[in-house]
C-alpha cells in the first residue's frame, strides 16, 4: 500500500524531471537542466525583474494559453518576426501573432505612399497661368529692356564764323583782353548719327545737353526731336552754344597749346523718350569727347574735330 500511495508523487517528480531535461524552442531552460548556455548558468536572483517573470512563466509550458503567447513572444527573434515564419514551438499549438509581418499589397511588394495627384481643372489652370506669367515676364523683360545706343558726329558747321575768328585772334594774341573782357558766344550746328539696338522704337523728345571744361560750364546745346524705330540707324541734329569768359578762354588756351592742339571737353545730359504703350523713359548720356581743335578751321574735314569718346548711360 505504501507503494502504490507514492506512486502519485513518484509520477509527478518523474514529471517534473523530465520537463526540466527537455528545452523547448523559445523558452529558458528550467533550473537545474544541463544546458551549458549562458542563460541557463543566470540564477533567478541575478536576472532584472522584467525576466525573472519571463523566466518564471517560461518554467511550465503548461500554463495557459496566455503566458504561452508571452513566453513566445519574449523568444521569437526580430528576424522571424520579419519574415513572418514564427511558429508555435509546442507542436499541436497553434499561436496567433497579429502584428508578427507588416501587411503588404496583394503582389506581395509593399505599398507604395500616396501622393496628390495634380489634375483637377483648377490646378492645371493655376499651372498654365503661371507659366504664361513667367514667360510673358521673360518676354517682356528682353523686349523693354534697354541697350545703349552708339552715335558718331557726320556734321558740324560754324554758325557764326566771324565770332570764331575773334577768338581765334584772342589766342593768338593779336586783341589783348582781362577779367573785363567780353567774348563773343560761338554758335555751332552739328549732327551725328545714332543707332539704336533696341528690339523697341520710340518718339524722342529735344534734349538737353551741357558742355564742360574741367567742371567749368563753357556751352549748352539742345537735339531735335525724332522717331527711332527698332535696330535702326537715325540723324538727329543738334544746335550748340559756346559761352567763354577770361578765366575759361586763357585755361582753354593753355590746354590746347600744351597737347598738340588736343582738348577734351565733357558733355551731361538726356532726353524723354516714349515707346510703346505709352511707356516713358528717360536717358540720360555723360560722356568725355576728345577733340582735334585744327580741324575746325577745316571746312571738308570738320566733323573729324571728334577723335574719341567714352560715354555712359542711365535709364530712369
Known sequence: MTGQASDPQLARQGDSNLLASVSLPGCLPAQGSDSQTPEAN?????????????????????????????????????????????????????????DASPKKADNGEKPLPRRRCCRSRRCLISLACGSISLVAGVVMSFLFWPRDPSWDLVKLEVVTPDALM???????????????????????????????????????????????????????????????TPQSTRIVGANSTIRLNYHLFQAMTNEVLMNELKLTLQVSGGAWVTGPLGVRLFIKIECDIHTSVDQVFNEEARHKVVTGKECQYKYF
Not at 558766344?185 to 548719327?193: C, I, L, P, T
Request: charged share 20%; hydrophobic share 35%.
Open 42 to 98: 543566470r540564477t533567478p536572483s541575478s536576472l532584472p525583474m522584467g525576466e525573472r517573470t519571463a523566466e518564471k512563466t517560461c518554467e511550465n509550458p503548461f500554463e495557459t494559453s496566455v503566458h504561452q503567447k508571452a513566453c513566445l513572444g519574449q523568444r521569437a527573434s526580430a528576424g522571424d518576426l520579419e519574415a513572418g515564419s514564427v511558429t508555435s514551438p509546442i507542436e499541436g499549438v497553434v499561436v496567433d501573432w497579429p
Open 166 to 228: 575773334e577768338l581765334v585772334m584772342f589766342a593768338a594774341g593779336g586783341m589783348q583782353g582781362d577779367e573785363n573782357t567780353t567774348f563773343p558766344e560761338v554758335k555751332f550746328y552739328a549732327e551725328a548719327e545714332v543707332h539704336n539696338p533696341n528690339l523697341l522704337g520710340g518718339e524722342a523728345d529735344p534734349g538737353d545737353i551741357q558742355v564742360f571744361f574741367r567742371g567749368q560750364n563753357v556751352g549748352d546745346a539742345r537735339s531735335q526731336p525724332m522717331t527711332m
